[in-house]
């Protein structure tokens, strides 16, 4: 009969087995908890920031600079892209700000995956699909032309419409799946001499918005779809339920900041888009 006192022993003896057992599991469990603990929980997939607006506002162009460091010609773009960029130098990721400024992980600059869609109204789902379906995804830049935002034109009205449409989409969202979201509206071609300054393009784009608003709720009530059914129109009203203005602060309540700043990636005087980049590292 095996008493317990016989295997206390034979497991305490030192046996060449029982050693190389020991050995082997020591080695073995880092890389088992690596392998299925670490990789699955998607920390290995590089943080992501999504490119979007209407066409023509210089989402490709923005990315090349990002990407590169300096501007190349673009076309219309017909299909989404991702390249990985890196932080530049001289700026911290947000998740890097309890470091001490000595430590050598500092000096390997952050990457992150960068993505361009294309900003045709017929070849918006590539954008959308990403926000519903989204890898990694911290944060939005949505980029818009800030020298065809003047009230009557017609640009600012579609500008509208598409941000309108992202927003109601990020307020819809499962918020498990995508909790907090930052949006940065990036008003570009600073350089121009038409460009609205970026206060301006915030309030000119929530005066648009709470139009689009309107006459998006006019239209599903008099196509009866909204009628008696208050759950349903409450669904597709954007921000504050009853506002009579749309202000983007409204949108903090769905757990999405939105930022307006303004810059340029090209010009006589070269790029400027530090504040676009200072966001970016805020938010990897
Ligand atoms: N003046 C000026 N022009 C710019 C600036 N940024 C981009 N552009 C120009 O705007 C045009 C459109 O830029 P793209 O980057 O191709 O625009 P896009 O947003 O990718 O457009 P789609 O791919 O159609 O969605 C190009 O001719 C750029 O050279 C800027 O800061 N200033
Ligand atoms: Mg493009």
């Known amino acids: 009969m095996v008493t317990i006192q016989d295997l206390a022993q034979a497991a305490l003896n030192p046996s060449p087995v029982g050693l190389a057992l020991a050995v082997l ?24 920031v999504l490119l979007i607006g ?36 001289g700026t911290r990721a947000g998740s890097d700000k309890y470091r001490s400024v000595n430590d050598p992980t500092n000096q390997a600059h952050k990457k992150f995956l960068l993505m361009d869609t294309p900003g045709h109204g017929k070849l918006r789902h590539h954008a959308i699909k990403n926000i519903t379906n989204p890898q990694n995804l911290k944060g939005i830049i949505f980029l818009v032309d800030a020298a065809t935002l003047s009230a009557g034109d017609d640009a600012l009205r579609q500008t509208a419409d598409y941000l309108h449409d992202v927003l109601l989409i990020l307020q819809k969202r499962n918020v498990k799946v995508l909790k907090e979201l930052p949006v940065l509206i990036a008003a570009n071609k600073m350089d121009l001499f038409t460009a609205l300054p970026a206060a301006l393009v915030r309030s000119s784009l929530e005066a648009e918005i709470t139009k689009v608003r309107d006459s998006r709720s006019k239209g599903l009530l008099d196509s009866g779809i909204g009628m008696g059914d208050v ?54």
């Open 25 to 48: 599991f020591a080695l073995l469990i880092p890389l088992f908890l690596h392998r299925f603990i670490f990789q699955s929980s998607g920390l290995t997939t590089l943080p992501s």
């Open 54 to 89: 209407p066409s023509g506002s210089g989402k490709t162009a923005l990315l090349t600079l990002f990407e590169r460091g300096n501007h190349a010609p673009t076309h219309t773009s017909q299909t989404p892209l991702a390249v990985e960029c890196s932080l530049p130098v």
């Open 231 to 284: 759950d349903d129109e409450k669904d597709d009203w954007l921000g504050e339920m009853g506002s009579k203005e749309f202000k983007f602060s409204q949108m903090e309540e769905f757990d999405v900041s939105v930022e307006v700043s303004g810059g340029n990636v090209l010009g006589g005087g070269g790029a400027s888009v530090d504040k676009w980049w200072k966001w970016v590292s805020e938010r990897l």
